[in-house]
């Protein structure tokens, strides 16, 4: 392949993109303390072999020089905490989503029947009212790029978000919450075969199903009643009894079973 061959309009665009691209590092450095000199190459024009090598090293110049590109676009905030403007917008968006998640979990527990031995009673959202005992969904923390301290803090602030935003924060946070109080109610009661039935058929729930029948049937699934240890647990048999008629309640289908009607197994 043959040599480039250098026009004047070769010259005089090499130049002009030569100091934009060498303003663009020390007003960077000086700005924000981001020293980009091993982001682009600033070679001599007589470098250049072919047409091809030219052209790319252009493209690349002048996206590294654009303001429409983020990712050599910064922010700097009162604490001296310098990010570029890509980062900024990723962690927003992931933000974002994550808020979004987590309202859209809120908004389908909330409007979750709520039940009393086993009748339903409101909503819900109503528990507060009905038992001094508000409903809340873990939301992640506000961003606010103005009041980062320090790099780590960003860059934890941004790891929480982008879990978050999986998709599968929520089912972890329930597969620990089914464990927690699978292990509490084998602490409270120890080993019995009626005992091992309720484990067992607990076990089987899949997690996020376990969350919504615990936000629905809190007196029976209050973690306050039982202990893993066993010492300080409260509940008693009849609280399993509870529990394995509700799980069957939920594979049955049957919204209307009434605890009252449940044989007694204590």
Known sequence: MAKIRISSKDKSEYNKLKNRVKSKINRTLKNYGVNLINEISIPDLSDFQTRKEYNDWKKKASSFTNRANQHYQFKKNDFGVVVSKAELAQTKREYDRAVRLAKDRQKKIENLDLKFQGKVIGKVKQRE????HPETVDMPEPFNFDKIRDRKHFERRREQYKKRASGNYFKEADDRMKDNFIRSVEGSFGS???????????????SDIFYE???QNFNE????????????ASANLSHLVAIEHIID???RGDNDLLLKDFPDRV
């Open 213 to 215: 029948l615990y936000k």
């Open 192 to 206: 019995t075969e009626f005992v091992e039935e309720v484990i067992e058929k607990l076990r089987a729930l899949p």
């Open 249 to 251: 309640e939920y594979e």
């Open 221 to 232: 699934f209050d973690f306050a009643l039982y202990d893993s240890d066993g010492q300080f």
């Open 129 to 132: 009212v009905l038992f001094s």
